[in-house]
């Protein structure tokens, strides 16, 4: 099974995941979401194999959500120009994000991330 494991080395709970993964031997291969921000088309296919709405996949605490106002902004944006949006910024990105081949965990939930790989 071939793992993204899509973070933000400084972020706490991209921390906390990191360690889960390797205290379950689960083997990824990791990717700094600022330094290799996805792409648009990365992120489309994340959302509709992970079946989560959009807004699922937006850092909503993070400071560039809130600057540019994006609670009020989202709702009046198609999917393609919130997915274009997202793909501007790894900062925007919810993490950490796992990408499985078919399955797609966003945030660290750790009785989600067992049921995935724990099975």
């Known amino acids: 099974m071939s793992i993204l494991f899509l973070q933000y080395p400084p972020c706490s709970t991209c921390k906390n995941a990191k360690k889960w ?7 990824y291969d990791s ?14 296919d994340w959302i509709q194999k992970s079946g989560l709405p959009i807004k699922r996949f ?17 709702p ?29 965990l966003v945030g660290f939930k750790e009785k989600e991330w067992e049921s995935a790989f724990l099975r």
């Open 21 to 27: 993964l390797d205290v379950h031997e689960v083997a």
């Open 31 to 44: 990717r700094n979401i600022k330094e290799e921000n996805p792409n648009s088309m990365e992120i489309a």
């Open 58 to 74: 937006f850092n909503t605490s993070g400071i560039i959500y809130k600057e540019k106002n994006l609670k009020e902004l989202l």
């Open 76 to 104: 009046g944006m198609s999917e393609k120009e919130q997915i274009d949006l997202l793909a501007t910024d790894g900062m925007l990105v919810k993490r950490p994000l796992i990408i499985g081949e078919d399955f797609v």
